[in-house]
């Protein structure tokens, strides 16, 4: 009864008003469990917003997810002209959904824009790396960025969203309505957002590369997770992010459909507000952590789809110590330290976003804290609001996420979570220590990637004896979609992958 109901509202929710195309995949149909949040790269810090933005924007530079190497998109090419001034030529004929033609002026608007804490949620963390004042427009297509000295990694930096290129016309006719109104170089062109139910692109006609198969692009949004699964089962979408482990076995064994993994790039930490009088004494943070099972905690949320946490990197970083020290779960070792801090009765709330393995997830880290003599009160809030709520810094806890989707250098990575500068926006355990800044801004003047390396492992180094998170675990990308559905084994960087490619045997032409 219940798997008929559930199955009526799938039909409901996906075919009520909508005419779906009578050949497979001329509308490819993406099923996902989040909403995005807004459609403006530089103001977006989930994976769902980021996901659609994929096929809207595209940067100068990304980092190829399979290969881990520095490919060109926007820029045919770059010269570096010293440790700081890079010399940027750009493909030429290159239009914007709008129609506008691409030049030098979107790249100085959009790298000028996400400079500056009016306009970009990372102006205090990937904007600090870029000179407001350096930019210089040698041609329409030839364009000199500068940066605030020596920046490691910055090239790479480029595959994380905030170096879209957006349009400077369509950014400043649409005004506050942008972040529902975008406008890129893709080959997907937005059409229309129904915040809660879809987000419908299509074909952009002129783009300037490879066209993609697929006329139109629907991302479905269905938050329950057996609605999502039935959706696929019943040829209601082609595809499906975020399988939930529970469910993956079934999709294996499936005649129509097929299961889909691929290793997790995301790491999911517990962090520690440091800023919260009640967790101020590593002594405490090193207690919670040891108190917990990493190893039970991926087989029960995660039916044993993933790896506990190594450290405060995921492991597809292109740095990584090799033998890093371990953090085993010790629950003696939780109470010793907490004995040590003076710490009794502590009671900590636990903030998680509302996702079925968050949720399941803290009912897990309730129960292992518990037997320690650590009460923990969870509570559960929408995806759309609580990024902001963290940032208030009233937590103790919370189940956060960052990957490696957009980039898989280091000194990416920890800039936007350990740093003080990024305690307003993604630094979540509200870090702040002089030592960890100023081996950052080592790390970010330095070019050498030996010399940088050093570095990282003294940074590693501090963040394990700070200890602001417990390093949780990496949980395998799970997914699933029909059973012939061609490229969905080739997807690298998490949910945030180009579609493009994706298609059915039948469809042995791209859209023209």
């Known amino acids: 009864m219940k798997r008929a109901f559930v199955l009526c509202l799938v039909c409901a929710m996906l075919c009520a008003g909508t005419a779906f195309a009578a050949q497979r995949g001329e509308n490819l149909r993406v099923g996902v469990s989040i909403d995005a949040k807004n459609f403006d790269p530089q103001n977006s810090v989930d994976t769902y917003s980021f996901s659609m933005q994929k096929q809207i924007y595209e940067p100068l530079f990304t980092v190829d997810g399979k290969t881990r190497k520095l490919t060109p998109v926007l820029a045919e090419s770059v010269e570096i002209l010293d440790d700081h001034t890079y010399k940027f030529h750009l493909r030429k004929g290159v239009k914007f959904h709008n129609g506008e033609e691409f030049t030098a002026d979107d790249v100085v608007f959009s790298l000028s824009r996400v400079t500056d804490p009016a306009k970009s949620v990372f102006a205090k963390s990937k904007g600090v790396w870029i000179d407001p004042k350096g930019f210089e427009v040698i041609d329409k297509h030839t364009v000199i960025v500068r940066t605030n000295g020596p920046v490691g990694g910055w090239l790479g930096s480029m595959k994380h969203p905030y170096a879209m290129i957006m349009n400077r016309k369509a950014v400043e006719e649409a005004g506050a309505d942008y972040f529902r109104n975008p406008v890129g170089t893709g080959p997907y062109k937005f059409v229309s957002w129904t915040k809660g139910e879809k987000v419908e692109m299509e074909a952009f006609a002129d783009y300037w590369g490879t066209k993609p198969y697929a006329q139109k692009l629907t991302f479905v949004v269905l938050p329950d997770d057996s609605t999502r699964i039935i959706a696929l089962e019943t040829g209601k979408v082609d595809m499906i992010y975020a399988v939930p482990p529970s469910d993956f076995e079934r999709l294996q064994n499936s005649d129509k459909v097929k299961a889909v993994k691929a290793p997790g790039l995301v ?213 699933g979609a029909q059973k012939d559905l061609i490229g969905v084994d080739e997807l690298y960087d998490g949910k945030i992958n180009l579609l493009s490619n994706i298609h059915y045997p039948e469809q042995t032409e791209r859209v023209k």
Not at 426 to 441: C, F, G, Q, Y
Not at 449 to 454: L, N, Q, T
Request: with cysteine.
């Open 267 to 479: 790491l999911l930490h517990l962090a520690m507000n440091t800023g919260s009088p009640k967790l101020k004494d590593p002594r405490v943070r090193k207690a919670i952590d040891a108190a917990i099972n990493k190893e039970a905690y991926v087989q029960v949320v995660y039916n044993g789809n993933g790896i506990p946490g190594q450290g405060p990197l995921p492991t597809a970083s292109s740095w990584f110590p090799e033998d890093p020290e371990k953090w085993d779960y010790n629950p003696e070792l939780a109470k010793k330290l907490l004995a040590e801090a003076g710490v009794k009765d502590l009671e900590l709330n636990l903030w998680v976003m509302n996702a079925a393995d968050r949720v399941n997830g803290a009912t897990v880290l309730q129960s292992m804290l518990g037997a320690v003599g650590i009460k923990v009160n969870v509570s559960v809030f929408e995806n759309a609001v609580i990024n902001d709520k963290v940032r208030e810094g009233k937590h103790d806890l919370y189940a956060a996420t960052w990957g490696m989707q957009t980039n898989r250098d280091a000194g990416v990575y920890w800039q936007s979570v350990i740093t003080t500068t990024s305690i307003a926006s993604t630094n979540s355990a509200r870090l702040s220590d002089p030592e960890i800044d100023t081996l950052m801004d080592e790390a970010n003047h330095c070019i050498d990637e030996a010399e940088r390396g050093k570095v990282f492992q003294k940074i590693w180094d501090r963040v394990n004896d700070l200890h602001p998170w417990v390093y949780l675990c990496q949980a395998d990308e799970l997914h």
